[in-house]
């Protein structure tokens, strides 16, 4: 299914010369959604995942019904002081801001098979410490997964080892 008409895309936000692009949409559609899951899933059913990471926020909505369809248990990466346990923390850069984010240090166990799930892939940061906290906890990453790639912003790059995925590339405006 093509997802770039229920992709919303949101110019000046959150500030000034960002496009955001808004997954939301592709929430809201019972059959587009259904479709984006299945696709999201389909490279992983045979991997025994254990846990699915889902990166705060749009990314807890894809990491719930992702790992519900493999079987799986669902880890929660939010922002700084919104977890309620002890945390481990790790702070990265993004294209217009610098953020920390935690993960309860005891969500992940050795050796679990672990997939990570966000919304976008574009500079790689938030991913990146997502993939710093999940391997400090011994957690095995089996893949990457994201529904928007921006390939321009060079996250893509900067991550191939652990050949991330993702349903719709962009670059600027276009799909490519």
């Known amino acids: 299914m093509d997802l770039d008409p229920f ?7 959150p500030k ?10 592709l929430f809201e559609n019972k059959e587009v959604f259904a479709s984006l899951v299945e696709t999201l899933v389909a490279p992983y059913v045979r ?6 990471v889902g990166i705060d926020a749009r990314g807890f909505i894809l990491a719930g ?3 519900y369809k493999l079987g799986a248990g669902v880890s929660l990466i939010r922002k700084k002081g919104k977890l309620p346990y002890k945390t481990i923390a790790e702070s990265y850069t993004l294209e217009y801001a610098s953020e920390t984010v935690e993960m309860h240090e005891d969500t992940i166990k ?21 993939i710093k906290l999940v391997e400090r906890l011994g957690g095995n990453i089996i893949g990457i997964a994201c529904v928007v790639n921006l390939p321009f912003l060079g996250g893509e790059t900067k991550l191939k080892k652990y050949q991330p995925y993702s349903l719709i590339s962009y670059q ?3 799909v490519v």
């Open 7 to 13: 992709i919303r895309k949101v110019p000046n936000w």
């Open 65 to 67: 019904v992702v790992g």
């Open 16 to 25: 000034q010369g960002i496009l955001f692009y808004d997954v939301t949409t």
């Open 172 to 174: 600027g405006e276009k």
């Open 110 to 130: 050795t050796g679990e098979r672990v997939l990570i799930i966000d919304d976008l892939l574009a500079t790689g940061g938030t991913l990146e410490a997502a």
């Open 47 to 52: 991997e025994k995942i254990d846990k699915v």
